[in-house]
């Protein structure tokens, strides 16, 4: 349980830094977003959630 709270709040964190130090560049990011085709964004979406996962497995084999 101490392992999600910690990677919720570094998630939180890190969003957070996005929003304060560069919102513009966040509007660009979701304009170019919705100008991709679904398909392309199922696949960033699932090869992201594929990264996140090898990550927090090795974060927890590391532990």
């Keep these: 349980m101490t ?5 919720l709040g570094l998630v939180f964190i890190l969003e957070g830094l996005v929003l304060a130090l560069a919102p513009s560049r966040l509007e660009r990011l979701l304009e170019m977003l ?28 590391l532990l």
Excluded: K, N
């Design 34 to 61: 919705v100008a991709m085709p679904v398909e392309a964004r199922r696949l960033l979406g699932l090869l992201t959630v594929t990264g996140g996962g090898m990550l927090t497995a090795l974060a927890l084999w």
């Design 3 to 7: 392992v999600i709270l910690l990677a």
